[in-house]
């Protein structure tokens, strides 16, 4: 029988239900608030055993919450040897409730969990033999250390659908805090919301189980070290806390273990700058950790709390914290700049409220306290060189750079419908250069928080139930997901790697193939036909006439409305080139031709010059 622990005047209420096995525990919480001023931002999962109190997870919610109901599926290696819970909730308002779970309450029950049968040896995986660094690797949160979120190779629509995995979560699941990495031909990942103590290397073409894992616990964040071919794997924390190895270094061919640490709770993801890696932890105390590729510590510090993945710019660390353990969920966290190689403290920055964000672009960092607006502070000095009020701290959400802009995307309410809203900055003024609102299909569906950006001025937008691509802030390109009753969009996703586009939310985890090139690069050869750009700019269709033949060429957009025809007249044989006329918008295009008892159709990407 479950038994709920309830306080008469509480709205937060908790439970726990441990599967036989002993292996697995659902936690789940319900949360009624009356107003959205005291909606919950965020929830913490505490252990108590033994005198001692760790943090097993934390819980982010891209806006206020007022009423829900959620689950976090915590597994673990080892058995469950006893202990209290307690979750806590952090209001918007800044006060704390907590709902405590006796371990004489935690029901047992057969909850169908198979619990894996561990091997002496640290390795068991089919193997993928692949040599060399990969260039084209994601390899951490927003692809580089700052977090930008910029892909510095070329990727462009259209999008056409390779593989899912239905099973990846399930609406309410934890799944939307996971990040992950890719490289050589990879996808690195835990296997699903029900086996997130099991990390799997999927082949990126297919979604075939390359080798995969057991670890400690529920697998959090994955990054990967291209230099020297490491993978750097975090968790959360098994049932046996003190003795648990949270913080993996592995070999991302095989998945072999080359070392570990017991480091508490590693949700955010760590960095890797060099030969270095910067790891935070979720405990309490929590921890700031720079280690080199061979597990050597480098410095270490004590941040009482934590609720970011670290960043580097130009030299320096930053990342957030308290400065004492005193009312940590009362008390403003703080940000820090310190010496990449010494650790030493540079300078430092108090926010109202948790920073929960950090991105670092041109020497400046940029982050939000969550009850203060945007801010882009000097990396070197910490002095202020602009603030925005355009950015919502409530929405909580990523902020990226390229091009010399800043953007961002967050779900907002509009009468009854979450609208995607898109804004962008000078990154050097911080003044507005535009926003868009972007209409979802579904009522919930428009919530989104991650923006990433690609060669060419590309920005890719991507919300619960739809991707979009935008040239500058002109509307390139837009393909539906496809239709679930997700309404929480991934933290982490989506990434890039080569040419596909992964995309992640609490229902499913999709890849996609794209283009690497806008049109071909060069004239195709005799007998073919293609769409190239000129020199100047200029779109031409190249075609081959076998023998005399009229030709006809009708031009559509990619959703089917016809923009220009020709119907020329007989042709005799030969080589061509015919300019297309100039398109009045950006996009993904779709050229039908006749001619020669030949008929077919080519599909291109035009993005307009200035």
């Known amino acids: ?43 913490d999962i505490l252990f108590h055993y033994k005198g001692q109190t760790y943090m097993v997870a934390r819980h982010r919610y891209p806006e206020p919450v007022t009423s829900i109901v959620d689950t976090f599926p915590w597994v673990s290696k080892d058995k469950w ?23 004489q309450s935690i029901a047992i029950k057969d909850l169908g969990y198979e619990p894996p049968k561990f091997e002496h040896k640290m390795n068991s ?5 692949d040599d060399g660094p990969d260039p084209y690797a994601w390899r951490m949160l927003g692809y580089d250390p700052g977090h930008t979120g910029y892909y510095p190779f070329s990727l462009y629509p ?11 979560g399930h609406p309410g699941s934890w799944i939307t805090d996971v990040s ?9 990942i835990p296997k699903s919301a029900s086996q997130w103590n099991i990390l799997t290397a999927r082949d990126i073409e297919t979604g075939e189980i390359i080798w995969q894992r057991y670890v400690t616990a529920n697998v959090m964040t994955t990054a990967l070290s291209e230099g020297d071919s490491i993978l750097f794997v975090g968790t959360v924390i098994g049932y046996t806390p003190w003795k648990d190895t949270t913080f993996y270094a592995l070999d991302p061919f095989t998945g072999k273990f080359k070392w570990g640490k017991s480091f508490k709770t590693v949700e955010y993801s760590p960095i890797v700058v ?13 921890k700031l950790a720079c280690w080199n590729y061979e597990g050597d510590s480098i410095w270490a510090l004590i941040t009482w709390m934590t609720c970011s993945s670290p960043a580097f710019n130009d030299g320096i660390v930053l990342h957030t914290g308290k400065d004492t353990l005193h009312n940590i969920y009362e008390q403003d966290s703080i940000l820090y700049a310190r010496d990449w190689l010494k650790g030493e403290l540079l300078w430092d920055f108090a926010g109202s409220g948790d920073i929960p964000n950090l991105m670092g672009y041109n020497r400046k960092i940029v982050f939000s306290p969550f009850l203060d607006p945007l801010y882009a502070v000097d990396v070197h000095t910490g ?4 603030v925005s009020y355009l950015y919502n701290p409530i929405a909580n959400v990523r902020v990226n750079s390229s091009f010399s802009i800043v953007h961002w995307a967050y779900g907002q309410y509009c009468n009854d419908t979450i609208v995607t809203m898109w804004f962008t900055i000078n990154e050097n003024t911080g003044d507005s250069l535009w926003d868009t609102l972007l209409i979802p299909p579904d009522t919930n569906s428009g919530r989104t928080t991650l923006t990433l950006s690609s060669q060419d001025s590309l920005f890719w937008i991507t919300n619960c139930s739809r991707i979009y691509v935008f040239h500058n802030h002109n509307p390139l390109f837009v393909k539906d997901l496809p239709r679930s009753p997700a309404i929480w969009p991934s933290w982490n996703f989506p990434i890039f790697y080569r040419n596909y586009f992964i995309y992640a939310h609490e229902d499913f985890l999709i890849v996609y193939r794209t283009d690497t090139s806008n049109c071909r690069d060069s004239i195709p050869s005799s007998g073919s036909t293609g769409v190239l750009y000129s020199p100047d700019g200029q779109m031409i269709f190249h075609f081959v006439v076998q023998k005399p033949s009229p030709l006809s060429l009708h031009l559509y957009t990619v959703d089917g409305r016809k923009v220009w025809e020709l119907h020329g007249p007989l042709l005799p044989a030969g080589t061509y080139n015919l300019n297309l006329p100039e398109l009045p918008h950006s996009g993904v295009y779709i050229l039908r031709y006749s001619f020669s008892n030949l008929t077919g159709a080519e599909r291109f990407i035009y993005i307009k010059r200035r």
């Not at 995986?125 to 033999?129: G, N, P, R, S, Y």
């Not at 992950?180 to 690195?188: E, P, Q, V």
């Open 180 to 188: 992950a990495a890719a490289g050589h031909d990879m996808l690195l």
């Open 125 to 129: 995986a089919l193997v993928k033999i």
């Open 81 to 103: 040897e006893g202990g209290d819970l307690e979750v806590v909730a952090k209001r918007a308002d800044g006060s704390v409730e907590r709902s405590y779970i006796s371990e």
């Open 383 to 386: 002095n202020m060189i602009w």
């Open 158 to 168: 259209p999008l056409d659908s390779l593989w899912m995995l239905p099973e990846w």
């Open 274 to 286: 060099d030969s270095l890696v910067y790891v935070s932890s979720l405990g309490l105390p929590a």
């Open 1 to 43: 029988m479950q038994f709920w622990i309830i306080f008469l005047s509480s709205s937060l209420s908790a439970s726990a239900t441990l599967d036989k096995s002993g292996h697995l525990m659902f936690v789940e919480y319900s949360i009624n608030e009356p107003t959205k001023d005291e909606g919950v931002i965020y929830v």
